[in-house]
């Protein structure tokens, strides 16, 4: 998993969703997580991660570098659903739950540079609160890279391999605790940097304004009709659960119409 890929999106990609206003991208990952935690059908949730995964080919973002990300929280709901559903169906809703609202967040930072993820964040948030969360953010990158050169001089040193399991958990452990006692004096040294440089409270950020209206409006009005047919099926599940299908169904056709559309534009 190349979290730095992350990084390389947001700030060299051009696509269609890169042109938008940070914070149209951010209004519309908000509709779609409204949509995630409204969603009470397994079929519907389907509908929904397919479709998310169509438009997010359409428009060329890195698929292959966004979709472990996204499958990532599935072995934690995976672990909730079976210590906590009452049956398979709950189960399967709880994971496609999980890896839809894991996809939208996923999309909106492989197409918006972390800065301008925070900018809008820091103006409705406390101070310190934005402030740590820009900060924790850029220090995960420099901790990956950290951890893969620690990784690195281990197998170097110890010549450990996969026919050593053993010792190759042994040699992660002691990595994993180098790289904790890293960020400890990391934390600390970058607030002596802050505070040595004026630092009294408040990292401002401009925010930057949209270079292609019409991917604003695209954005956003993709998630309302996303929310609004979750509401629809929400609010009428006697009328309307015996066609749940269909949104899955429509869900496939956007994936198979999104993966021709970018593969069009390559």
Request: charged letters at 15%; proline letters at 5%.
């Amino acid at each position: 998993m190349d979290i730095t890929a992350v990084d390389r999106s947001a700030v060299l990609g051009d696509t269609l969703l890169h042109r938008a206003a940070p914070a149209s991208k951010l209004i519309a990952a908000g509709l779609l997580l409204g949509a995630v935690v409204s969603v009470n059908d397994p079929l519907v949730a389907a509908g929904l991660a397919l479709s998310l995964t169509g438009a997010a080919a359409a428009v060329r973002l890195p698929l292959r570098q966004m979709l472990p990300l996204a499958l990532y929280p599935t072995l934690f709901a995976l672990v909730f659903a079976f210590a906590a559903a009452p049956g398979p169906v709950t189960g399967a809703l709880f994971v496609l739950k999980a890896v839809t609202a894991a996809l939208a967040v996923v999309t909106l930072m492989f197409s918006t540079p972390y800065p301008q993820v925070f900018a809008p964040i820091q103006r409705i948030t406390p101070t310190i609160v934005g402030d740590a969360l820009l900060m924790t953010y850029r220090s995960l990158f420099i901790l990956a890279e950290k951890f893969g050169d620690l990784l690195r001089a281990v197998r170097l040193r110890s010549g450990i391999s996969a026919r050593q399991p053993v010792r190759a958990a042994r040699a992660t452990v002691r990595a994993l605790g180098g790289l904790l006692l890293y960020s400890f004096d990391l934390s600390q040294r970058e607030y002596d940097i802050l505070r040595l440089r004026g630092y009294e409270g408040g990292l401002r950020v401009s925010t930057r304004r949209s270079v292609e209206p019409a991917a604003d409006v695209a954005a956003v009005a993709y998630a309302a009709i996303v929310l609004a047919v979750v509401l629809v099926f929400r609010t009428f599940p006697n009328n309307l659960g015996g066609y749940s299908w269909l949104v899955t169904a429509a869900g496939t056709l956007d994936l198979a119409l999104g993966l021709l559309i970018g593969r069009r534009r390559a």
